[in-house]
């Protein structure tokens, strides 16, 4: 998968505040030229969740901040990609009264086990797909579990690439 997904793991600078989120505005100052590496995208991609390398003297040691894209400066990747079960979105499916969460690549609507899926975008947020809850499809749970072992000699399915 190409394009901004492509960007989550890449090391970033803050270098302005003209056009992120108020929350982060306030604190502007305290962050301008921090860096840290990109964990999330949000309201729909506009914005980048960004874990910041040191944070002891930031409002409660707050390590994670929405910046807006036109704030960063991209550097290079942050090591080995950590593909982990918070790659993917939850996207649901619903026959007769039962619904069943699956596993979804972020900007899709076709689960990982090929179903079709809604998910269900809140302000530009999506909710992480969880392995663990009762109705997790379990053909996502697998592959999902699968994906991890790539590196390791187990199966593996397609994940979102660096480039």
Not at 15 to 28: F, I, Q
Not at 44 to 55: F, G, R, Y
Not at 65 to 86: F, H, I, K, M, T
């Amino acid at each position: 998968m190409s394009g901004v997904w492509a960007r989550v793991g890449y090391r970033v600078t803050i270098v302005t505040m003209e056009h992120s989120p108020r929350s982060t505005l306030t604190y502007g100052s305290m962050l301008l030229g921090r860096e840290g590496v990109v964990v999330a995208l949000l309201r729909n991609t506009k914005v980048a969740l960004v874990k910041l390398d040191e944070s002891y003297e930031l409002p409660q040691g707050t390590r994670r901040w929405p910046v807006a894209w036109d704030d960063l400066v991209l550097g290079e990747r942050a090591g080995v990609p950590d593909v982990s079960v918070q790659t993917y979105v939850a996207g649901f499916s619903k026959a007769g009264r039962a619904l069943e969460q699956h596993a979804v690549l972020p900007g899709t609507d076709v689960a990982v086990c090929s179903s079709p899926v809604k998910p269900l975008p809140f302000c530009g947020w999506s909710l992480s797909f969880s392995p663990t809850v009762p109705q997790a499809c379990p053909k996502c749970v697998m592959l999902v579990e699968g994906s991890q072992l790539e590196g390791r000699g187990g199966s593996a399915m397609p994940v979102p690439s660096g480039s």
